[in-house]
Each structure stands twice: as C-alpha cells, then as structure tokens.
C-alpha cells in the first residue's frame, strides 16, 4: 500500500447484510471497499480490484475460506485476510492463522472491533509506511488507532458510546448533525424517538471536553441538533 493512499478493502461474505455493512463502514473510514458473495468471485474481484487487506468468511457456497486463502497465495498476492466466520472452535482458529491468515474474528461481531484489528493488521504488515489516522479539530485530537483523544495535550478519558459519538462529530465538523443522523450512526437502530439519551451523552461530552479547555467546541443549534467546532467558526 501506497502511504497516503486509501485503503482497498475486499469483503467476502455470502450475507450481503454482512458484507455491506463493513464495506460502509470502511467507506466512512475512507478506503474504497467491495465485496464478494462467494470464493469465486473473490478471487475473480481480488485479481482486479488488487485489495491492501480481505476480510473473508471461512464458510460459502462454493469454495471455503482456507481454499480462497490458499488461491490467492498460489497467485503471490501477499495480502494481508482477516477471517470473519461464525466457526469459533479452537482447531478453526489455529488452522486459520496457520494457513497464512492474519486475524480471525468470530461472528456475532462489533463493526468497530473489526475496523480496529484492520487497522492492526495494516500497521503490522506495512510498518512505517502505514499512515495513523488521526481527527484534529481545534486543539482535540484523537486518534483513531489507539482510540486516544486528547484536549490542549491533556489526555481525556471517554466511554465506548461518547467516544463513538466525538468522533462522528470531529468526522463531520462542521457539519451541523441531527439528533436522528446521530442516534443512527452510533446506536445502529431506532430509539424510538428517545433523543434525549443524546442530550445526555452530549452533556458527558461537554462536561469532559471543557475540563481540559475553557472554550466550548460541541455547540448546539437549535432545532436541528449539534456540530464540533471553535466558537469563533
């Protein structure tokens, strides 16, 4: 991979629900993503696509996991594959990694887990050309890697849900965020019109933020919701 590039990422799962959910989430992260229903079309979409990184499920409709895993070596494509797979036996997971996987994930998954052994994998097989992802706004900073986010240096500890929360502010500032976009991106589902929970994280957020820095960077505008950015802005 190229430093400054963006990510190609092929996803292999026979559940489209599935393969296009990470390859959303990785579009949002900002790498280019495909996906691919079955070992055929992984190693027809591989050939093509030329992808930094695979995550592949052991179980599809025609060729198995290790089988595609084992192709695409034949070819002396090095890419890095994450196995994403329901199969969770401990005989799974050590053939996996011993076949020339570089992770394996088991299903029921977190998508944020997912994208942060990517990350992982990518920091290890590429080393000093792997570029950190970094959010900056003001004098916030987090990073994305090692889910740190500091305030004017000072380091600021945060739950799963507020960090998930800042950092799809810091993604998006300016850009004023309703209360539904934000219910949908952080807590996946509907909440049923219960948007006062994130008038609450918000507040947490706040309350955090301004303890490392007087000046207020969440700000809300009234009848539309909430966006991260200095005062002044």
């Known amino acids: 991979m190229d430093k400054g590039t963006s990510v190609r990422l092929l ?3 026979d559940e489209p629900h599935i393969a296009d959910l990470v390859a959303t989430v990785a579009r949002y992260e900002g790498w280019q993503a495909v996906t691919a229903g079955s070992g055929e079309a992984a190693l027809r979409t591989a050939a093509d696509f030329r ?3 695979v995550v592949l499920d052991l179980m599809l409709p025609d060729l198995d996991g290790f089988t595609v895993l084992d192709r695409l070596r034949s070819t002396g ?3 890095p594959v994450v196995f994403l797979t329901a199969r969770d036996g401990t005989a799974d997971r050590v053939a996996g990694l011993t076949r020339g996987g570089d992770d394996y994930l088991v299903k029921p998954f977190s998508v944020e887990e997912l994208m942060a052994r990517l990350r992982a994998v990518l920091r290890r097989s590429t080393g000093p050309t792997w570029k950190r992802s970094v959010l900056k706004v003001s004098d916030l900073v987090m990073d994305e890697d090692t889910r740190e986010v500091r ?4 380091l600021v500890t945060l739950t799963p849900t507020e960090y998930e929360l800042l950092r799809y502010l810091m993604r998006r500032s300016p850009a004023v965020l309703t209360k539904a ?3 949908d991106h952080v807590w996946e589902y509907d909440f049923g019109g219960r948007s006062n929970v994130v008038e609450l994280v918000v507040s ?3 309350r955090k933020l301004d303890d490392s820095a007087g000046e207020p960077l969440i700000h809300t505008v009234r009848g539309v919701g909430y966006v991260l950015r200095r005062a002044a802005e």
Not at 151 to 154: I, L, P, S
Request: without cysteine; hydrophobic residues 55%; aromatic residues 0%.
């Open 151 to 154: 305030r004017a240096g000072k």
């Open 204 to 206: 947490h957020l706040r």
């Open 181 to 183: 976009q934000i219910l």
């Open 11 to 13: 996803v292999v799962d």
């Open 77 to 79: 494509a090095m890419v």
């Open 51 to 53: 992808p930094d990184i």
